[in-house]
Nanobody, 125 residues
Framework: VQLQASGGGLVQAGGSLRLSCAAS????????MGWFRQAPGKEREFVAAISWSGGSTYYADSVKGRFTISRDDAKNTVYLQMNSLKPEDTAVYYC???????????????????WGQGTQVTVSS
């Protein structure tokens, strides 16, 4: 699976962005998908994940209620809608794909098999 993330940019605090991750190669529907982020000087951290089925999602506490992950299997794309952005959301955002059971939400970095190249999100105060 090849993953291409896009949609990052510069936004003021309180604003919104929608990230997209387009997949190609193997069957997209066989994979659970996730978003991670890495700020300068910090480790990569989990943001959100969605199951292969699309029926289960999970969010980091820091983004719960503000971010929404979704997938469109017809377009081989997973999205991350980010609302009420804060300066601490500034990071490079990565999408990833994990071979996982149908309803499983994968939250662990090590369980992901494929990674996109990352897209920069910068939130100004």
């Amino acid at each position: 699976v090849q993953l291409q993330a896009s949609g990052g940019g510069l936004v003021q605090a309180g604003g919104s962005l929608r990230l997209s991750c387009a997949a190609s190669g193997r069957t997209f529907t066989n994979y659970g998908m996730g978003w991670f982020r890495q700020a300068p000087g910090k480790e990569r951290e989990f943001v959100a994940a969605i199951s292969w089925s699309g029926g289960s999602t999970y969010y980091a506490d820091s983004v719960k209620g503000r971010f929404t992950i979704s997938r469109d299997d017809a377009k081989n794309t997973v999205y991350l809608q980010m609302n009420s952005l804060k300066p601490e959301d500034t990071a490079v955002y990565y999408c990833a794909a994990a071979k996982a059971p149908y309803t499983m939400v994968v939250r662990t970095t090590a369980m992901y098999d494929y990674w996109g190249q990352g897209t920069q999100v910068t939130v100004s105060s």
